[in-house]
């Protein structure tokens, strides 16, 4: 397919491997320019084996100035690098992995989320619904599987008519060019990402990337409730047809006798949603519009919906113990994430704060002390947060275990105790998941 093509891969990492491999077999010839050191890249014998060109250890200008048919960068590379704009200047395509396998791909029912919060639920209830519907579904992009390895890996180099569900990041929707989604949204717009792109407008803007190839023959789902996305919907009009949903307005999706309608028809009642948070609620209105446009019955998202528990480390219900709800939110790593997960409980939490130091700004944070009854930080940044949180009643410990004690020791029959700790983990743990499921494993041995 790509045969006789020359390739530039920049950057490996899971996205740039996945490209690679798809590359392969479709023949292509590869180069990979990757900035670590050979000793650091495991599979840089392998590739050499397989006849792949390696150039490790930087960038240099020279290869920049090589003839290649098009590159696919890792989406972690800042497009403003110099050598990214050279290749740009010399007209020579970047694309994104989700390009390349978008363009080798059969055609399928692509549905594309993109947003500050909430994409990995609402992709999770999408994918779902359609599996639970006997549907041919699979799920990727920034959600951890890149879209070149689910390519490869259900032969939709030959097979099509799948719906391929996609958690689109800002930074992988800046070097599309023909992806065409069936169906789109961007969920909400708040600052995020700034130590990559040049400005906040520029991340607004980067979003609406996600529908600029629909046509009137596809739908885009409006999110009625955020004036920032409706002022650049303005700017940049979408070309599908507009299916709105709102948690606070007439809308085609919205709430009406505590349920959740679609266009008159009743979807599911309000106390049968067992996920907290009313942006759970404007996360499971995408998941009916997107599921319903793809030809799914009303019954069969009631059912999944109703069964829906949540994703792991996000407000994820751990147990309750002497009358104490746990919460496990360690995938809220900024503050933002944090405030969602504050505002999505009707009383004060005790709050579980703290990691590896990132330089977060609290103060907006501080600005919902109310909704916490005590805050107990630890970790690196747990002095800064303490300090930086002005909450009147705060503990502070070393470390994350020690936290969780001590809100078992504070909590009383009907609190709830929130593991929503606001930054990175790298001071402890290895990742968010580590860090929630060590959280779970001491909450589960509680006695």
Do not use: W
């Amino acid at each position: 397919m790509l045969s006789g093509k020359k390739v530039l891969v920049l950057g490996l990492a899971k996205s740039g491997k996945a490209a690679v491999e798809l590359l392969s077999a479709v023949h292509a010839t590869i180069t990979v320019n990757e900035f670590a050191l050979q000793e650091q890249i495991e599979c840089y014998d392998e590739y050499i084996a397989r006849g792949i060109e390696m150039i490790v250890g930087g960038h240099p200008d020279d290869l920049f100035e090589r003839d290649f048919d098009f590159v696919v960068k890792n989406p972690g590379i800042n497009y403003h690098k110099p050598f990214v704009l050279r290749l740009k200047e010399r007209g020579i395509p970047v694309y994104t992995e989700i390009e390349l396998a978008y363009r080798l791909s059969q055609p399928q029912n692509y549905i594309a989320i993109t947003g500050t919060n909430g994409k990995t639920t609402t992709v999770t209830l999408i994918r779902d619904i359609l599996k639970n519907a006997g549907r041919q579904v699979c799920l990727a992009g920034n959600v951890g599987t890149p879209l070149s390895e689910l390519v490869l890996n259900e032969d939709l180099l030959h097979k099509s008519d799948y719906d391929v569900v996609l958690e689109m990041s800002n930074f992988q929707l800046l070097d599309i060019d023909a992806f065409h989604p069936r169906v789109a949204t961007i969920i909400n717009l708040t600052p995020d990402h700034l130590d990559y792109m040049a400005s906040l407008e520029e991340y607004y803007t980067s979003k609406t990337r996600i529908y600029m190839n629909q046509d009137h023959n596809d739908i885009y789902l409006q999110n009625k409730d955020d004036v920032v996305l409706k002022e650049y919907l303005q700017k940049y009009p979408p070309q599908a047809k507009i299916v709105s949903f709102s948690l606070e307005q007439e809308a085609d999706c919205m709430i009406k006798n505590d349920a959740i309608y679609y266009q008159g028809q009743h979807i599911i009642n309000l106390d049968d949603i067992k996920i907290v948070g009313r942006h759970n609620i404007q996360n499971m209105m995408i998941a009916i519009c997107a599921c319903i446009h793809s030809g799914i019955d009303v019954q069969s998202i009631h059912d999944t919906l109703a069964a829906f528990t949540g994703v792991e480390h996000r407000i994820e219900f751990v147990r309750e113990y002497q009358g104490v709800k746990y919460y496990n939110d360690s995938k809220a790593t900024n503050t933002d994430a944090a405030i969602i997960a504050l505002k999505s409980f009707e009383k004060p939490v005790i709050l579980l704060m703290g990691g590896h130091e990132k330089g977060l700004d609290l103060r907006e944070m501080a600005n919902y002390q109310k909704q916490i009854s005590h805050l107990i930080c630890f970790g690196e940044a747990g002095e800064r947060f303490a300090k930086d949180m002005k909450c009147p009643n705060t503990d502070i410990v070393k470390y994350m275990k020690d936290a969780i004690i001590k809100a078992k020791e504070l909590a009383k029959s009907g609190d709830v105790v929130l593991l929503s700790p606001s930054t990175s983990s790298y001071d402890e743990f290895s990742g968010y998941e580590e860090r929630g499921n060590v959280f779970k494993h001491i909450v589960n041995k509680f006695e």
